[in-house]
């Protein structure tokens, strides 16, 4: 479904992802995890096809982002970092413009819109304005843009990020309603929700992979058996290693 | 070939509704219009001594065209990609499965609908000169149509500039300069400056990249294939740029 091979990309003198590889499964929920600056927004854009790789490739189901951009950009659903919004739309006008602009079959837009409001919950704010809307309501606009086109594949950057408890519930509930028919990569910094919402755990460092495991396996990595202890552990580990 | 063509402009009427809502949806349209209609009219009647000269034409309007372009076009187009950068959703454009070229045409065509919305609401002014006389109707909807190309020109300008620069203010600086630089290369006192430092024929070639210089026939009502063509293949150089500095973006 999503294949990475061997992705990289500098700035510079500075290397931010150096060859990371992975494969995710339908019915897969991918955490991709990693302290803040260890590539993770780097990775997932190169994926969705906003950043041009130095080197490597992905494959969403089968298409190459490099020499199929479009074929691939059209089975993935993309959630960038913050989820921006054109904050001077409804959501409902929002839809209709990436529907409109994924060129999806004009008598089926009506229906896909109508189907990812339902979906992201976010029927009750439709006639406010984006801009007018709360974190967490944009963030499910965000969600309800990535889903909208019903693709195979999808990559989500933080969806959970800056939300409070509730709407932390909503996000993964709908993501876990999703994850059947879908391969799924979601990056966070909040292990706690990791259990609970991913199969698999991905620990990236300083643009390396360095763990891959099920959550469960990532914990028994650390002394005391939490995927915070794993975290700072390995993490920690690359640290001493490059200095 | 039909199929590249198809692929590079997907996204251009979606992008083309959406720039043109923003501009509605958020004061700047009609700040836009208001004042450029007011500056319009001030230049025409009070610089321009509309009614002094005696004549039944347009002449003292169409003379403010470049001047009032220069200004006023930058401030319509500095959102167009800087905004954007700012607010993320750049991202979000990239993401989707169009083509650079069908999102930089979107853009730059809703500006120019909005230019196009300003020039049409002159309309009175040539109303009142058919009440006050026979002017040559022919020869004043020709000009409209060469101005309307020239905005073209200078729009084109400041969405490559602010897809370049990625701030609005620095877009706007930077484009009205830029426009200055073409639009004064005609005018006289740049002219004689040009004449006295680099010679007859220098000032000859500087001039005709001037877009008051290609303005002047359309002025007289007269269609000069040259202007049009100079219009064009201006605004299309600038296109280019646009799509590459748009794309510029995915480089990181």
């Known amino acids: 479904m999503l294949e990475v091979r061997a992705l990289e990309k500098s700035y510079g003198a500075k290397q931010a992802v150096r060859g990371v590889s992975f494969t995710v499964e339908k019915g897969t929920v991918l955490g991709f995890l990693g302290p803040n600056g260890a590539g993770k927004s780097t990775t997932m854009r190169m994926i969705a096809g906003v950043l041009e790789p130095d080197a490597g490739d992905a494959l969403i189901d089968g298409r190459s982002i490099l020499s199929d951009r479009r074929a691939a950009q059209a089975a993935l659903g993309y959630l960038p970092e913050g989820a921006p919004l054109y904050e001077d739309m409804t959501p409902p006008e929002f839809l209709r413009f990436l529907a409109e602009a994924r060129a999806l079959p004009r008598n089926q837009r009506a229906s896909a819109v109508d189907r990812s409001i339902a979906d992201a919950r976010i029927l009750t704010v439709c006639h406010q304005r984006i801009g007018d809307l709360s974190k967490g309501y944009r963030r499910r606009v965000g969600l309800a843009g990535a889903i909208l086109h019903d693709p195979p594949v999808l990559v989500l950057d933080e969806p959970t990020d800056g939300l409070d408890p509730n709407q932390k519930r909503a996000v993964r509930a709908l993501i876990a309603r999703m994850a059947p028919t879908k391969a799924i990569v979601i990056s966070t910094h909040t292990l706690t929700e990791v259990p609970a919402m991913c199969h698999r755990a991905v620990l990236i460092d300083r643009g390396r992979i360095i763990a891959d495991d099920t959550p469960a396996g990532l914990a028994r990595k650390s002394e005391d058996g939490t995927l915070e202890g794993a975290f700072s552990r390995l993490t920690d580990q690359v640290e001493d290693e490059t200095q | ?252």
């Open chain 2, 1 to 252: 070939m039909k199929d590249f063509l198809t692929r590079q402009m997907s996204g251009f009427s979606a992008t083309y509704r959406r720039e043109l809502a923003a501009y509605f949806a958020t004061p700047m349209a009609y700040v836009f219009l208001a004042v450029f209609l007011l500056a319009l009219g001030l230049f025409t009647w009070e610089a321009g001594r509309f009614f002094d000269t005696g004549v039944a034409d347009l002449q003292p309007f169409f003379a403010w065209h470049p001047w009032l372009y220069m200004i006023f076009l930058p401030a319509l187009a500095m959102r167009l990609w800087a905004d954007e950068r700012a607010s993320g959703t750049d991202e979000l454009l990239l993401s989707l499965p169009i083509g650079i070229p069908g999102l930089v045409l979107g853009k730059l065509l809703a500006a120019w609908t909005v230019a196009a919305a300003g020039l049409m609401l002159t309309a009175p002014m040539w109303v009142s000169v058919n009440f006050l006389g026979n002017p040559d109707n022919t020869a004043i909807a020709l000009t409209y149509f060469v101005s309307l190309l020239m905005a073209g020109a200078y729009l084109s300008i400041g969405a490559a500039v602010s897809a370049l620069t990625g701030s609005q203010v620095a877009a706007f600086v930077i484009s009205v300069v830029i426009a200055f630089v073409f639009t004064a290369a005609g005018w006289p006192l740049v002219l004689s400056s040009v004449q006295s430092l680099f010679g007859t024929g220098f000032a000859d070639l500087v001039a005709r990249f001037s877009f008051i210089t290609q303005f002047e026939g359309a002025q007289r009502g007269v269609l000069e294939l040259r202007a049009v063509a100079y219009f064009a293949g201006f605004t299309a150089t600038f296109v280019y740029l646009n799509c590459l500095w748009a794309s510029r973006q995915r480089l990181g």
